[in-house]
């Protein structure tokens, strides 16, 4: 029973450009939220996706952007990235109703 | 708002040593979760606890043990004769009731980092 798996593992880019992250949720979840966390800090909660629709969100900007596709995957987008937004993003997954989340292994995301 | 604080930046213990790490929690909800994850250094958060806010019994697990009491809004944790192994950073977390869908997103404190020295 595969876990939380997210992809790609690294990614490097430079300001400006454009990234997409993916997500697939264990088996049996269908709600997948995703998180920043940067160098020596919580988890942050970016957005949270149910029913193919954003249904809470975090202090972060509209850069960041997601989708929720029919088989419960995700992807989280970030425009014009900027040297801050340089951290771990992790995702997590959930069954609708239950408790607790699990995470993935994480993307971590340096921009130079 | 949640709120989440881990006052305690970075532990370290002489193996076999108990140690207590602390969290104090804010929330105006009366329903609510509070939550203990490890991340050891490969990055993955690996949950340890879930307590909802009507269930004040503490609990053991192992090694592990959790004391939650509401009148100080404290949620903090125990490791028994701690080990090498132990050595990661922990992270408490609180989640409001429950959102359209699932539930509220899940607030994490700034963490502890335990180190357990042979």
């Known amino acids: 029973d595969a876990g939380v798996t997210q992809s790609p593992t690294h990614l490097i880019k430079t300001r400006g450009q454009q990234v997409t992250l993916r997500c697939s949720p264990k088996s049996g979840h269908d709600t997948v939220s995703w998180y920043q966390q940067a160098l020596g800090q919580g988890p942050q909660f970016i957005f949270q996706y149910y029913e193919e629709e954003e249904r809470q969100r975090g202090n972060f900007p509209d850069r960041f952007s997601g989708h929720q596709f029919p088989n419960y995957s995700s992807e989280l987008n970030v425009n014009a990235l900027l040297l801050g937004d340089s951290a771990l993003y992790l995702c997590?997954?959930?069954?609708?109703?239950?408790?607790?989340?699990?995470f993935g292994d994480g993307t971590r995301l340096s921009i130079l | 708002a949640q709120k989440v604080t881990q006052a305690q930046t970075e532990i370290s213990v002489v193996e076999k040593e108990d140690v207590t790490l602390d969290c104090v929690y804010e929330t105006r909800d009366t329903t609510y979760y509070l939550f203990w994850y490890k991340q050891p250094p490969s990055g993955e958060l690996v949950f340890l606890i879930r307590r909802n806010s009507f269930d004040e019994q503490n609990e053991i697990s192992g090694r592990y043990s959790w004391n939650f009491q509401k009148s100080t809004s404290s949620f903090n944790f125990t490791i028994t004769a701690s080990q090498v192994v132990d050595s990661a950073v922990y992270f408490c977390a609180l989640s409001e009731g429950r959102g359209t869908g699932g539930y509220q997103k899940v607030t994490f404190g700034t963490g502890t980092k335990l180190q357990v020295i042979p």
């Open positions: 997590a997954s959930s069954r609708t109703g239950s408790q607790p989340q699990h």
